[in-house]
């Protein structure tokens, strides 16, 4: 097995612990483009989602062992997507408080891009202090969201439990917020994470260019496929429905069992709406 990737024994998949947002996705798919003032006909479904909730959710029905660590609202969005994340079979760890869960809204244009408006709610207020050691120690693997880094308190929270896992991934989230955010601010926090591995699209990884030579990457390059520690796989071609969450499902794909497992869940999850992966029956 890869060094980057998470160890497991011969009769189980690892076991995968991820820290970061538990949202409600509103993935709108119209079937033409949008016009001021009328009314478009389009596919819109109610998911759960979050970069760090989706790689747990795709990690779990790729059998392993996964749990979600974040903070939690009390309100219907939450419930809803806290119900959604128990049928893959993700444990959930972390607060629960009064207050509004996030709320992501997922538009897709005709040319598969996406526009999206964020209420992250009390989500993105995980503290250090409502962190449990044993929520991370019992786990072969941490993954990141790389959302956590650009919040002061996520960040200490995304830092203490790196330091209690055997392994930590990081997954880059946006180049545009890391220019907002600073570069070199954002690579002093990944610094302090320590991870082995490192997620990211090209535009991601260009973000943070100078400061990335001790990591090994993963460079997620859409329809194209990706490139690995273990070299370039292509992406398969397949009907793309929506490219919500891909990259999370290649993720996971990568850390459950390596590059080609990787890209065939990217492809798996492109013919869905939404981030999720439907569990089997």
């Not at 082995?196 to 460079?219: I, N, R």
Request: aromatic share 6%.
């Amino acid at each position: 097995m890869d060094p980057t990737r998470p160890r497991a024994s011969a009769d189980r998949a690892p076991a995968i612990c991820t820290i970061g947002d538990l949202l409600l996705d509103v993935v709108v798919l119209p079937d033409r483009p949008l016009t001021s003032d009328a009314d478009t006909p389009a596919t819109i479904r109610f998911v759960a989602g979050g970069q760090a909730a989706n790689v747990a959710a795709w990690a779990s029905v790729l059998g392993a062992r996964s749990r979600l660590i974040c903070k939690r609202g009390s309100d219907l969005s939450t419930q809803l997507a806290v119900a959604e994340l128990a049928r893959c079979g993700v444990e959930i760890r972390g607060p629960v408080v009064e207050g509004r869960g996030g709320v992501v809204v997922s538009i897709r244009d005709g040319h598969g891009r996406r526009t999206m408006a964020s209420d992250r709610g009390v989500a993105a207020q995980l503290e250090p202090a409502e962190l449990d050691p044993s929520w991370v120690r019992s786990y072969d693997a941490l993954h990141v969201s790389g959302y956590c880094l650009l919040r002061d308190a996520m960040a200490e929270a995304a830092i203490e439990a790196s330091r209690l896992a055997p392994r930590v991934s990081v997954d880059l989230a946006s180049a545009r917020d890391i220019e907002t955010f600073g570069a070199a601010r954002f690579a002093e926090r990944l610094r302090a994470l320590n991870p082995s591995l490192v997620f990211a699209t090209e535009a991601e990884q260009a973000a943070v260019a100078g400061f990335e030579a001790s990591w090994a990457w993963v460079v997620k390059l859409g329809a194209r496929g990706a490139r690995f520690p273990e070299g370039f796989y292509p992406a398969p071609s397949v009907a793309v429905v929506d490219t919500t969450g891909a990259g999370d499902a290649l993720a996971a794909g990568y850390l459950v069992g390596g590059p080609k497992r990787a890209i065939e869940t990217a492809a798996r999850c492109v013919g869905l709406v939404g981030a999720m992966p439907v569990p089997e029956s």
